[in-house]
T-cell receptor, first 115, second 112 residues
Framework: AQSVTQLDSQVPVFEEAPVELRCNYS??????LFWYVQYPNQGLQLLLK??????LVKGINGFEAEFNKSQTSFHLRKPSVHISDTAEYFC?????????????FGGGTRVLVKP | KAGVTQTPRYLIKTRGQQVTLSCSPI?????VSWYQQTPGQGLQFLFE???????NKGNFPGRFSGRQFSNSRSEMNVSTLELGDSALYLC???????????FGSGTRLTVV
């Protein structure tokens, strides 16, 4: 089985400052990794994904994430946040060969961008 | 290109009733999954359908069921509603395992 831990439940950050959201996963098989964002009263929007290859993944809205296999981490970063980045962010894994297309999510990190 | 459409957006039901939620995936997507989101349990996988067959199922009681039609549209049904079933139910569709899911805006179910 897979599990995902997001180490921070809330992250306050000032506008134009950098932000890092931490994600660690556990799995005995190889996984795909995803970051999703959820704005209030909306569904989830895919920010980026890691399938294989380069460990640095660039996504939409200036976000990027780095896959670290030895530390089983997939942290999300943005060098300069905007007020509009206020949202909840979810890290997720899937293990297609072992568990089909099921996504296992972390508990989420609420980002509050302050002016 | 139309996204994933879920209907209705909001629903209020009484304990003991049953409810059916609908999901229309992105055209061409044959995989449809359902998730329940609650403040206490977070995002939990309900089930996945692919070409009208349930391919995967989460740890939910038998009161939760689903189906997929030949046009890939999917429905989920919850019978004998309990207060704890109040949640945001999210549907997601995918073209393939490696492309990730596109989520709908969800149906917010309130059980009173």
């Amino acid at each position: 089985a897979q599990s995902v831990t997001q180490l921070d439940s809330q992250v306050p950050v000032f506008e134009e400052a950098p932000v890092e959201l931490r994600c660690n996963y556990s799995s005995s098989v190889s996984v795909y990794l995803f970051w999703y964002v959820q704005y209030p009263n909306q569904g989830l929007q895919l920010l980026l994904k890691y399938l294989s290859g380069s460990t640095l993944v660039k996504g939409i809205n200036g976000f990027e994430a780095e896959f670290n296999k030895s530390q089983t981490s997939f942290h999300l970063r943005k060098p300069s946040v905007h007020i509009s980045d206020t949202a909840e962010y979810f890290c997720a894994v899937s293990a297609p060969r072992a568990a089909g297309n099921k996504l296992t999510f972390g508990g989420g990190t609420r980002v509050l961008v302050k002016p | 290109k139309a996204g994933v459409t879920q209907t209705p957006r909001y629903l209020i039901k009484t304990r003991g009733q049953q409810v059916t939620l609908s999901c229309s995936p992105i055209s061409g997507h044959r995989s449809v999954s359902w998730y329940q989101q609650t403040p206490g349990q977070g995002l939990q996988f309900l089930f996945e359908y692919f070409s009208e067959t349930q391919r995967n199922k989460g740890n939910f009681p038998g009161r939760f069921s689903g189906r997929q039609f030949s046009n890939s549209r999917s429905e989920m049904n919850v019978s004998t509603l309990e207060l704890g079933d109040s949640a945001l139910y999210l549907c997601a569709s995918s073209l393939s395992d490696s492309l990730g899911y596109t989520f709908g805006s969800g149906t917010r179910l309130t059980v009173v």
